[in-house]
Nanobody
Framework: QVQLVESGGGLVQAGGSLRLSCAVS???????FGWFRQAPGKEREFVGS????????AYVDSVKGRFTISRDNVKNTVYLQMNSLKPEDTAVYSC????????????WGQGTQVTVSS
């Protein structure tokens, strides 16, 4: 069984930075990890993803150049570094795992709140 625990959310002023962490217990090999966010009254949005094996990443256009996803295979942790934050980045951020053979995100963390003030 895979468990994901996010941390690092908080309140930050526009233009500031935060780093979210997603601690992983369980399988990591041959999986992808995604970061998602959901703002009040909006649908959940894909932010970006990383391949655990290759560390290749992908991002939604709205965060390219500002957000960076990385992973530490010693600490079994996935990170979302968020720079140049904007008020529209305010949301609950969640990490999720997709086994390579599954094609869908099967395991989810509980989420962490990020609030960006203007």
């Amino acid at each position: 069984q895979v468990q994901l625990v996010e941390s690092g959310g908080g309140l930050v002023q526009a233009g500031g930075s935060l780093r979210l962490s997603c601690a992983v217990s369980g399988r990591t090999s041959r999986t992808y990890f995604g970061w998602f966010r959901q703002a009040p009254g909006k649908e959940r949005e894909f932010v970006g993803s990383i391949s655990w094996n290759t560390a290749s990443t992908a991002y939604v256009d709205s965060v390219k150049g500002r957000f960076t996803i990385s992973r530490d295979n010693v600490k079994n942790t996935v990170y979302l570094q968020m720079n140049s934050l904007k008020p529209e980045d305010t949301a609950v951020y969640s990490c999720a795992q997709m086994p390579a053979t599954s094609g869908k995100y099967e395991y989810w963390g509980q989420g962490t709140q990020v609030t960006v003030s203007s």
